[in-house]
């Protein structure tokens, strides 16, 4: 049995040690294939629960509704605006972990009314060299990672998915739209609804991975990725325009081109 299989079965094997569980699910790679998996080995008793808030892009949530229906799989949705949460619209650098605990004690709750003691979410094997403080959040909650614990990376899963016929086996990684912030800025929903809609504007341009970071109430700045910078500059004034009617009064292009928390650079670099 070649590695990538053997973590697969012990996928199964711890999933099947729990009896039921809720997937915290996004639609994303990581919890689309983890729900897929554990509504294999245990059927209904495996639930998706889906947060609708203004950091979740609409299209996101109607994703995974439609595989839930797809799969047959009975989902949850829980409606949630981070930005009443204490604290969070002021944009520390611990606010992934201000909102994770709020969304985990709320899918801990759903979960527990429902007869089911296990919440899982779906951080992998890469997702441990980033700073991600909501990993606190879910460690103090007793959430399970299980593909984290079975030592499953990204590409693993993509794999895996793409043999499952998953959709979303080649979908490009994504993020809370929070994540768009410089840290110390305050998080507006007009500021969130700005970035969804210039994000929306490049995936139909064919951009399909990429990030609109906000600096300030004037400055987008757009990664994307590197082999797409003679595309993306055919095309700048068209894209210029479209950014200024949103309200953005500069638009830039990052030269490093696309990587996931570009915004932890600075934290990186302190640290």
């Given at each position: 049995?070649t590695?990538?299989?053997?973590?697969?079965?012990?996928?199964?094997?711890?999933?099947?040690?729990?009896?039921?569980?809720?997937?915290?699910?996004?639609?994303g790679?990581?919890?689309?294939?983890?729900?897929?998996?554990?509504?294999d080995?245990f059927?209904?008793?495996?639930?998706?629960?889906?947060?609708?808030?203004?950091?979740?892009?609409?299209?996101?949530?109607?994703?995974?509704?439609?595989?839930?229906?797809?799969?047959?799989?009975?989902?949850?949705v829980?409606?949630?605006?981070?930005?009443?949460?204490?604290?969070?619209?002021?944009?520390?650098?611990?606010?992934?972990?201000?909102?994770?605990?709020?969304?985990?004690?709320?899918?801990?709750?759903?979960?527990?009314?429902?007869?089911?003691?296990?919440?899982?979410?779906?951080?992998?094997?890469?997702?441990?060299?980033?700073?991600?403080?909501?990993?606190?959040?879910?460690?103090?909650?007793?959430?399970?990672?299980?593909?984290?614990?079975c030592?499953?990376?990204?590409?693993?899963?993509?794999?895996?998915?793409?043999?499952?016929?998953?959709p979303?086996?080649?979908?490009?990684?994504?993020?809370?739209?929070?994540?768009?912030f410089?840290?110390?800025?305050?998080?507006?929903?007009?500021?969130?609804?700005?970035?969804?809609?210039?994000?929306?504007?490049?995936?139909?341009?064919?951009?399909?991975?990429?990030?609109?970071?906000?600096?300030?109430?004037?400055?987008?700045?757009?990664?994307?990725?590197?082999?797409?910078?003679?595309?993306?500059?055919?095309?700048?004034?068209?894209?210029?325009?479209f950014f200024?009617?949103?309200?953005?009064?500069?638009?830039?292009?990052?030269?490093?081109?696309?990587?996931?928390?570009?915004?932890?650079?600075?934290?990186?670099?302190?640290?």
């Amino acid at each position: 049995m070649t590695e990538i299989y053997k973590k697969l079965s012990d996928l199964r094997k711890l999933l099947k040690s729990f009896g039921s569980a809720a997937i915290a699910f996004s639609g994303g790679v990581d919890s689309t294939f983890l729900l897929k998996v554990a509504h294999d080995e245990f059927g209904e008793k495996a639930v998706a629960v889906t947060v609708i808030s203004p950091l979740i892009p609409k299209k996101e949530a109607q994703n995974a509704e439609n595989f839930c229906k797809k799969e047959n799989i009975r989902q949850f949705v829980l409606e949630l605006d981070p930005l009443k949460i204490p604290g969070f619209k002021d944009n520390p650098e611990n606010r992934c972990y201000i909102c994770k605990k709020e969304i985990f004690n709320k899918i801990k709750d759903l979960a527990l009314e429902n007869g089911i003691f296990t919440v899982c979410e779906g951080s992998n094997a890469d997702d441990t060299g980033d700073y991600r403080p909501g990993m606190q959040a879910v460690s103090e909650l007793g959430i399970k990672s299980p593909l984290l614990e079975c030592g499953l990376t990204k590409n693993e899963i993509r794999t895996l998915s793409k043999e499952m016929d998953l959709p979303s086996w080649n979908k490009p990684s994504a993020a809370c739209l929070a994540s768009r912030f410089v840290y110390g800025e305050t998080i507006t929903e007009k500021k969130l609804k700005m970035v969804e809609i210039a994000e929306d504007f490049l995936h139909k341009k064919g951009f399909l991975q990429q990030r609109v970071r906000i600096h300030g109430e004037n400055l987008a700045r757009i990664e994307i990725e590197k082999n797409d910078f003679d595309k993306i500059l055919a095309i700048k004034d068209e894209i210029n325009s479209f950014f200024k009617e949103l309200g953005f009064v500069y638009t830039t292009l990052d030269l490093t081109g696309f990587r996931s928390g570009s915004m932890n650079e600075v934290i990186n670099e302190r640290n």
